[in-house]
C-alpha cells in the first residue's frame, strides 16, 4: 500500500508540474501576442515576395492604356479583373504591391545584413581595444550621425546613379553608426566581467575572448535592433523612390507607385493609398516583431 502512496503522489507531483509549466508556457505567448502577431505579418509578406509570380494576377510591367484607372472592385466601375484598379498606364496595382514587396524586404535586409557588419565588427573593436580605436571610431558615429541622410543619398545618386544596389548599399552605410554605439557601450561592459577577465588571465587571444565569451552577449541585443532597422530601411527607402532618388521606373517599388499616385491623390486616391498601406503594414509587422524579441529575450521577462 505504501508503494502504491508513493507512486500517486509523484504521479500528482509530476502532473502538477507538468500543467504549472503548460500554464507558465501559455502565460509568456500570451504577453507576446503582440510579437506573435508581427512575426505573422512579417512571415505573410516574405511569402508573398518568395511566391511573387505565383500569387501575382498580371504582369507588373503589363500596360494597358484603354484601361487606365480602374478604380477598386467595391467603386463603381470597378471589376474584379483588376481587383485593386488600375494606375495612370493600365498597370494591376495588385500585381505591382506584389512585386513591390519583393523590393522592399530585399532592400530592408540586406541593408541592415551591411550596417550590421560594419557597424558590429566596429563597435567590437572600440569596444575592446579602446584608446586611439576608440576616439577614432567614436569621431567617426559622430560624423556618420551629422551626417544629413538626404544629402548623402543624392551624392550617391549623382555619382553612381539610382539602381537597386546603390540604393542598399547607401542605406547600409548610413546606419552603422546605431549599432556600433549600442556595441561599444555593452562591450565595455562586458570586457570587465569576471568571466572576460578569467579568460584574458589564462592566455586566450583577444580574438577568442570576443567571440567566445562577449559575442554570444551581444547577440540579443544586436538581433532586437536589426529587427527594427528593417522596418526603417524599407521606409527609407520608400521615402528615396518617393523622391526619385531610389529604385527607377519601371520595376515596381512601394515608394515609386507613391510618386506615381501623388499627382491623381484628390481624384483616384487608391493609387497612392494601396502602395502606402503596405509599407504601413509591413513596418508594423517588423516592429512588433521586434518588441515581441525584446520581451521574449528579456531574463526578466520570466514567470
Not at 545584413?113 to 567614436?138: C, F
Not at 580574438?207 to 565569451?213: A, G, K, Q, Y
Request: glycine share 8%; aromatic share 12%.
Amino acid at each position: 500500500m505504501e508503494n502504491v502512496s508513493e507512486h500517486v503522489s509523484v504521479y500528482t507531483i509530476e502532473a502538477a508540474q507538468i500543467r504549472w509549466t503548460r500554464r507558465k508556457i501559455l502565460r509568456r505567448i500570451w504577453r507576446l501576442r503582440v510579437g506573435i502577431l508581427g512575426l505573422l505579418i512579417v512571415l505573410t509578406m516574405m511569402f508573398i515576395a518568395v511566391f511573387a509570380p505565383r500569387i501575382a494576377p498580371y504582369d507588373p510591367y503589363e500596360q494597358n492604356i484603354m484601361n487606365r484607372f480602374q478604380p477598386p472592385f467595391w467603386m463603381p466601375k470597378g471589376t474584379t479583373a483588376n481587383l485593386l484598379g488600375t494606375d495612370h498606364v493600365g498597370r494591376d496595382i495588385l500585381s505591382r504591391i506584389i512585386y513591390g514587396s519583393r523590393v522592399s524586404l530585399s532592400v530592408g535586409f540586406l541593408a541592415v545584413l551591411i550596417a550590421t557588419s560594419i557597424g558590429v565588427t566596429l563597435g567590437i573593436i572600440s569596444g575592446y581595444k579602446g584608446g586611439r580605436a576608440d576616439t577614432i571610431i567614436s569621431f567617426a558615429v559622430n560624423v556618420m550621425m551629422a551626417f544629413p541622410f538626404i544629402l548623402l543619398a543624392m551624392v550617391v545618386v549623382a555619382v553612381m546613379g539610382a539602381s537597386f544596389q546603390n540604393i542598399f548599399i547607401c542605406l547600409g552605410i548610413t546606419s552603422w553608426p546605431i549599432y556600433t554605439r549600442l556595441v561599444r557601450a555593452e562591450v565595455m561592459q562586458l570586457r570587465g566581467i569576471d568571466f572576460v577577465t578569467s579568460a584574458r588571465a589564462t592566455g586566450c587571444s583577444g580574438l577568442r575572448i570576443v567571440m567566445s565569451h562577449i559575442f554570444p552577449n551581444l547577440f540579443s541585443s544586436i538581433l532586437v535592433v536589426a529587427t527594427v532597422e528593417t522596418a526603417r530601411a524599407i521606409l527609407r527607402e520608400s521615402f528615396l523612390s518617393f523622391l526619385g532618388l531610389g529604385i527607377p521606373p519601371p520595376i515596381p517599388s512601394w515608394g515609386g507607385m507613391l510618386s506615381d499616385g501623388r499627382a491623381y491623390m484628390l481624384f483616384r486616391w487608391w493609387l497612392a493609398a494601396f502602395p502606402g498601406f503596405a509599407i504601413f503594414l509591413t513596418a508594423l509587422g517588423i516592429n512588433l516583431l521586434g518588441d515581441g524579441m525584446r520581451d521574449f529575450l528579456d531574463p526578466h521577462q520570466e514567470g
